[in-house]
């Protein structure tokens, strides 16, 4: 059944859990999140980027959520559009079935220019009051993603501030994080602790100095009963790595957010994790090893099922690692 993000993370919060957001924009890795989710028993957050929309289409994407759902009547769903940029993006969601919405104000509409406070919080408010309305929930975003090794906002996949930020701009301000949630009504609140979207996050194991978990400890101090979402967090596993690299791909050597660590935010109100990347290693990994291994092959099906199925092994280990295994 299909429910908000608001009902899924207030079940978590009670039981202390975190649930994964996954990102989807084809049928594969539909079938993987969810045949992962039945085979956890886990509730679980499905979401779209303004890309996958445009990838697959908003009508193909609103039919296979209720494909997924209808399939799966069983499991809690929560579909949920990952980083809107404005009003219209987030109604146009709304109409096509979204659960949930992410305004993020963090950065201009250009989804690059770091924004001020005051447009974070204005064009938030008004999109909680048109999803509040609506029966939809709202998730925030203050603080901008990018790398404190580096100085730089995201730079990957064409997504994310480019330019060279300060500390203050990439570390989520706890103070102001109070006043932005009271101010704007977020259901949830996405912040900035170091963490970066796709591959390249860390180069090396990141230390302290590099993942400021200490952040959401203090936001978790100010803010008990907000819920807290972790962008960038996918793992980047080594394993997958190899068979990518030895498969002839090229993977430049790189650290994500190690799982341990994700499991310490979830002990601090982190109550959703967004994995992507994490994702699209894995079905890479499977596609490379089966076009390798069988070279006269052809059939699409042949290479997509392996490929689901090694995604779906990377949704099961996160359901068990975060808590959200047994709570469908
Ligand atoms: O926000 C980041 C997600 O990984 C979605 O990426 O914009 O390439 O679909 P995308
Ligand atoms: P990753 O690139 O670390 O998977 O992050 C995904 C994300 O934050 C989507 O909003
Ligand atoms: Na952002
Ligand atoms: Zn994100």
Redesign the pocket.
Known sequence: ARITLRQLLDHAAEHSYGVPAF?I?NMEQGLAIMAAAKASNAPVIL??????RA?AGDRVLARLIDGLTEMYPEIPVCMHL??GNGLATCATAIQNGFTSVMMDGSLKADGKTPADYAYNRDITKSVVEMAHACGVSVEGELGVLGSLETGMGDQE????ATEKLDESQLLTDPEEAQRFVAETGVDALAIAMGTS??AYKFTRKPDGNILAMHVIEEIHRRLPNTHLVM??SSSVPEDLQAIINSYGGDIKPTWGVPVEEIQRGIRSGVRKV?I??DN?LAMTAAIRKTLAEEPEEFDPRKYMKPAMEMMAEVCRQRFEAFGTAGHA
């Open positions: 990102n924009s979401q779209a980027s303004r890309g996958a990838y990952d980083h996949d064409g997504h994310g979207h796709g962008h960038g967004n992507d990347t699209r």
